[in-house]
């Protein structure tokens, strides 16, 4: 696990102040977190004026983004090296339970603040019921949190693909006899050249770079930013932990949101019980918005409801009106200020 040093921190990213404000003290905090596979490029890559990052920034908020252990911004460790298979030893829980907590504590010392909002998109989500559900004393730090796409419970997932392979993906150690590896879609130099090369404008390629965004996340062809496509592709996927994939996989033929399937036997060393135990959702007390949409492949709208239904604090509730509003279309869509965006801003501002 990663120790509370800026050593271990590097990961974290911060615009303290844009053009249009100053670095005048006090400002109000927000923690922005990414998804799977995914890092803290995301908030910024639409560029200024339209990424949340720099949109926040402009009105005069202390944007800090975090990135998820194992991406390309996160790879440092006390002791364990990036190549060895014990560094990928962690799912989604370990970011949620430790990392998480750590990023905030952090911030939070340097900025001198006591609270901060938080904004995420799916894991970004994911980790923060961890966090908060298991370590309910970082309820009382979090001003509000927005939770864009919250990918958390699966069993109505509605992408085909992720469906049908949720059962192989699901099985620990056959997932890891067939990758050969802990480490799941890094960021390589040819990965970024192809990105670079095959998605940009007037390649007769950009067209499958837009499908392999869509077959993830929902077809959305008229809200995409297409320019964007080789922006997006250089740097996603970001690179992951097997264990992120099974974790994940493994809730969508239990339907529910759990801690990691070992397989009976280990969980009864770990866990004292045949099954992982469900996160108690209920231990959350920060004030939560959620935002979701019909189209989204990962984040079905039945699944979001379920979480809304265990969620004790949940003080914002909208499904976005655009019914071809996909998953990635909260970073990127065309029309993401005016479906999301400005709400978001106006229920952050309610805490400040």
């Known amino acids: 696990m990663f120790r509370r ?24 905090v927000i923690y922005l977190q990414h998804g799977l596979l995914c890092s803290s490029n995301d908030w910024i890559m639409a560029g200024p004026g339209k990424g949340l990052a720099f949109i926040l920034a402009d009105l005069g908020y202390d944007v800090w983004m975090g990135n998820s ?17 014990s560094f990928w030893d962690f799912s989604f ?8 907590p750590a990023m905030i504590d952090y911030i939070l010392q340097i900025t001198g603040e006591s609270r901060l909002n938080y904004a995420g998109h799916s894991q970004g989500t994911l980790v923060f019921f961890i966090m ?21 419970f699966m ?21 890891n006899k067939l990758l050969g590896s802990f480490e799941f879609l890094p960021s390589t130099t040819m990965k970024r050249l192809a990105g670079s ?11 499958i770079c837009a499908n392999i965004l869509f077959l ?28 992120q994939i099974i974790h994940y996989a493994q809730g969508v033929p239990s339907g529910k949101f759990r801690q990691y399937d070992y397989g009976i036997l ?31 492949w990962l984040a079905a709208v039945k699944d979001v409801q379920i979480l809304a239904s265990k969620l004790q604090n949940v003080v914002y509730n909208k499904i976005v009106p655009d019914l071809t509003f996909n998953h990635f279309d909260f970073l990127w869509g065309l029309n993401v200020r005016e479906m999301v965006y400005d709400d978001l801003i106006e229920n952050i501002q309610r805490y400040v």
Request: glycine share 6%; charged share 15%; net charge positive.
């Open 69 to 85: 252990r194992g991406n390309s911004f996160s790879k440092n460790h006390a002791w364990l090296h990036p190549k060895s298979k």
């Open 5 to 28: 040093l800026r050593k271990e921190l590097q990961g974290l990213h911060r615009i303290p102040y844009s053009p249009n404000n100053g670095p005048v003290p006090e400002k109000p």
């Open 155 to 175: 069993g109505n997932v509605p992408n085909p693909f992720f469906r049908v392979l949720a059962p192989l993906l699901s099985q620990v150690s056959l997932l």
């Open 132 to 152: 908060t559900s298991l370590r309910p004393e970082y309820n009382i730090k979090i001003r509000s949190m927005h939770a864009l796409a919250p990918v958390v």
């Open 197 to 207: 090369v095959l998605c940009r404008d007037q390649s007769t390629f950009q067209p």
């Open 93 to 100: 829980h370990q970011i949620g339970y430790y990392d998480l």
């Open 216 to 243: 993830i996340g929902g077809y959305n062809h008229d809200n995409l930013n297409y320019t964007l496509l080789s922006d997006i592709l250089q740097v996603t996927p970001a690179g992951a932990s097997v264990n």
């Open 266 to 296: 280990k969980n009864l060393l770990v866990y004292k019980s045949l099954w992982p135990p469900d996160y108690p959702l209920g231990e959350i007390t920060a004030p939560i918005h959620l935002y979701y949409s019909n189209n989204d």
